[in-house]
């Protein structure tokens, strides 16, 4: 009850298009949902977040979509650029304790 | 600010040594996590501290140990070091505000 799936494990998008990368969870006490973008080499970075309440979040070219009742969220990224190849991490947030549970990755390569 | 910063960032061990990561944020946050990333497998949660002088385990704390003597400090000791430990490590902290967390550049560790 406390995995989050991720899929596609690897992604190749050709530049100017839509990477949509997907996370379903089981525990509905998760109440925080961020992505994380990780470089080679380096940490994970937060790219975006959400909560429950809403069902979208935009910020720049990233947008979560969040489907409560589906307890499905996705992430994307439009407009690829080659700069977006990295690593992208879902995770969600347990409510009352401190832990995050992370999805397993996806790879995602922006061609020029 | 330095952010969260680890030491060392590569490490080879023997099977059997042990070994202390260094993790150290200047952010004062009270909340501190280590984190070991698996190809493939995402991040699972060893050990995490909600404040100093208090720990709780994580998803996979077998093997390892952790204390929280200062805000700022919060060290990973592997004890008898085994092949499957070899990971990428990352320390990560957060305030008690938000549910961001900042993350490390990791420590690289491979037992032979």
């Known amino acids: 009850q406390q995995q989050v799936k991720q899929s596609p494990q690897s992604l190749i998008v050709q530049k100017g298009g839509i990477s949509i990368i997907n996370c379903a969870y089981e525990?509905?006490?998760?109440?925080?949902f961020p992505w994380y973008q990780q470089f080679p080499g380096k940490g994970p970075a937060l790219l975006i977040a959400?909560?429950?309440?809403?069902s979208e979040k935009k910020e720049g070219r990233f947008t979560i979509s969040f489907n409560k009742s589906a307890k499905q969220f996705s992430l994307h990224i439009m407009d690829s650029q080659p700069g977006d190849s990295a690593t992208y991490f879902c995770a969600a947030a347990l409510s009352g304790t401190y832990k995050y549970i992370f999805g397993t990755g996806t790879r995602l390569k922006v061609l020029a | 600010n330095a952010g969260v910063t680890q030491t060392p960032k590569f490490r080879i061990l023997k099977i059997g040594q042990s070994m202390t990561l260094q993790c150290t944020q200047d952010m004062n946050h009270n909340y501190m996590y280590w984190y070991r990333q698996d190809p493939g497998m995402g991040l699972k949660l060893i050990y995490y501290s909600v404040g100093a002088g208090i720990t709780d385990k994580g998803e996979v704390p077998n093997g390892y140990n952790v204390s929280r003597s200062t805000t700022e400090d919060f060290p990973l000791r592997l004890e008898l070091a085994a092949p499957s430990q070899t990971s990428v490590y990352f320390c990560?902290?957060?305030?008690?505000?938000?549910?961001?967390?900042?993350f490390g550049p990791g420590t690289r560790l491979t037992v032979l």
């Open positions: 525990n509905t006490a998760f109440d925080y």
């Open positions: 959400i909560r429950p309440d809403v």
């Open positions: 990560a902290s957060r305030t008690g505000n938000t549910d961001t967390q900042y």
